[in-house]
């Protein structure tokens, strides 16, 4: 939602930033995100089995548990401008 405000953001993260205000904070342009020396960002690991019903096989298990584990690891590195590391 901050991509879309026309006028420049500034985001400053004091204390704790976790679950949708680190979304929040990596929003804008990496040069006008501050934060205080004793900021501290909490993502949340996805827990899985969110999405209703098992997968029957080990093999769907696998490729559904990967996919899940990726996306919110994915969606802070990019603006962050760091890679994924599994």
């Known amino acids: 939602m901050i991509r ?3 006028a ?3 985001m400053i993260g004091t ?3 976790g679950s949708a205000a680190t979304h929040l904070y990596l929003g804008v342009p990496k040069e006008r995100r501050f934060c205080t020396p ?3 960002f909490l993502i949340h690991q996805p827990s899985g089995g969110a999405g209703g019903g098992r997968p029957t096989s ?5 490729r559904s548990s990967r996919r899940a584990s990726a996306s ?3 969606s802070p590195a990019r603006p962050a401008g760091r ?3 599994c």
Do not use: L, Q
Request: proline letters at 13%.
């Open 4 to 6: 879309f405000i026309a």
């Open 8 to 10: 420049p953001v500034n």
């Open 15 to 17: 204390g704790w930033v």
């Open 38 to 40: 004793n900021t501290r």
């Open 58 to 62: 080990p093999s769907t298990r696998r």
């Open 72 to 74: 919110p690891r994915r």
């Open 83 to 85: 890679s994924i590391r």
